[in-house]
């Protein structure tokens, strides 16, 4: 495993509440996540994927090796209907609690002191003395899990738009290889672009259309990809994506957010009082390099995964695409699906496909399996294809051969003799 360094991001899982917090590991500074607050100095030279305890303000590693207070136990015919279990059982008041914690005692010793001082506990089941163990060291011992950011970490996470399924199923159509050239449109984040920055390594190039102001690079950042790695990136405003085809009205795009966006932005400036700040313009000439790039380059792969209507982003990037090349669309609503599918079908394609991504959790446990109450079944509708095109193409040419028309020679049908 990565050993963890000064500078690099880390992210805390706090068991308690499932909260997920990545953050650059700083130095001689606390690290807040609800409702813990600790120092994190003492991660240096550790491995990532151990669990800590907050003690004192500080972290504390749990020895794994110890046996564990709670033990899975099946499900038994006893009940507790004839036990009363409404606080007064417990001896231990809360102040008490509260004692021990501010003389640095564990989490483990609180949960045996709460053991040795309830009345109720040894006339409870097997089931319910590891049921009400698990909820007092959840709530006494709350443990700090330390991760090293992924990729299905994030999308794992509560605050991802993707999940780890859907998001494999957009690579795995895209056909996203080592070396290859890949367009993502994305909004909201850059979850998709790190994915896809990811898999094609240095030697390969994406480019990212933002509809912001700003480009999305938060999942990048905190992956800590290499300078190398940062180079091989690069940003296009959604704004400007007309300009690849001039004849083409802007109002399309403008009513796709890119426009309500700025107008949205502007009016929150007014609103933020203190927090309030000059928002940067987006200028044509920053990114011309770019434009020039995506309008004489062919990409390998074009990826569309947005809140908005696709298809007028799919009109403009559909002449980037090469020969053979990979299409994947992601969205919620299947009339917007449709559509795209009758454009592509008109142009030429194969292998087209819908699909919803449908997904359920189930818990599975002894004499308790059954789906999870709350949960996201449905993904989108993911539309995928390859292009085609007429004529004979060369290998790794986008040019068709154009062939000279061979003469035919006439036929002279001979006349009849009279």
Not at 94 to 101: F, S, V
Not at 124 to 148: C, D, Y
Not at 186 to 192: F, G, P, R, V
Not at 230 to 250: T, V
Request: aromatic share 8%; proline share 5%; glycine share 6%.
């Amino acid at each position: 495993m990565s050993i963890i360094k000064h500078g690099t991001h880390v992210v805390f899982l706090n068991s308690k509440t499932g909260e997920q917090k990545c953050v650059r590991l700083p130095r001689n500074s606390d690290v807040y996540i609800k409702p813990l607050s600790f120092q994190a100095d003492s991660l240096i030279g550790q491995r990532f994927g151990q669990k800590y305890q907050v003690v004192k303000h500080k972290l504390v590693k749990i020895d794994e090796t110890s046996p564990p207070l709670t033990e899975p136990v099946e499900h038994c015919g006893k009940t507790n209907e004839f036990i009363k279990d409404d606080g007064a059982t417990q001896i231990l008041s809360q102040n008490d609690i509260e004692e021990m914690k501010s003389k640095g005692i564990t989490g483990d010793e609180i949960v045996k002191n709460l053991v040795e001082n309830s009345t109720s506990f040894n006339v409870k089941t097997e089931f319910s003395k590891a049921k009400w163990l698990k909820k007092k060291i959840n709530k006494h011992q709350p443990n700090i899990i330390v991760k090293k950011p992924s990729i299905r970490l994030f999308a794992s996470s509560s605050v991802s738009k993707l999940r780890p399924d859907v998001l494999a199923k957009i690579i795995n159509n895209a056909n996203i290889w080592s070396g290859s050239k890949a367009i993502v449109v994305e909004c909201k984040d850059d979850l998709l672009t790190s994915a896809v920055s990811q898999r094609v390594g240095l030697n390969g190039t994406v480019l990212q259309v933002f509809e912001q102001r700003l480009p999305h690079n938060m999942y990048c950042k905190w992956l800590d990809f290499s300078q190398e790695h940062l180079k091989a990136l690069k940003y296009y405003p959604l704004k400007f994506l007309g300009k690849l085809n001039p004849n083409a009205e802007q109002e399309d795009l403008n009513k796709n957010g890119s426009s309500n966006c700025d107008d949205e932005s502007i009016d929150q400036k007014h609103e933020l009082g203190k927090r309030k700040r000059e928002g940067k313009t987006v200028n044509f000439e920053d990114y011309k390099t770019v434009f020039e790039f995506l309008k004489t380059e062919k990409f390998d792969s074009l990826v569309i995964s947005a809140f908005y209507d696709p298809f007028p982003v799919l009109e403009l990037l559909w002449n980037s695409l090469r020969s053979s090349g990979n299409l994947v669309i992601r969205t919620e609503y299947l009339s917007v699906v449709l559509q795209c599918a009758n454009f592509v079908n008109e142009k030429g394609c194969s292998e087209l496909s819908v699909v919803d991504q449908w997904f359920r959790e189930i818990q599975v446990l002894p004499g308790r399996t059954h789906p999870d109450m709350r949960m996201q079944t449905g993904g989108g509708f993911i539309l995928s294809c390859t292009k085609i095109c007429d004529g004979i193409y060369e290998h790794g040419s986008d040019m068709p051969i154009v062939s000279e028309p061979k003469e035919i020679p006439s036929v002279q049908v001979a006349e009849p003799m009279e």
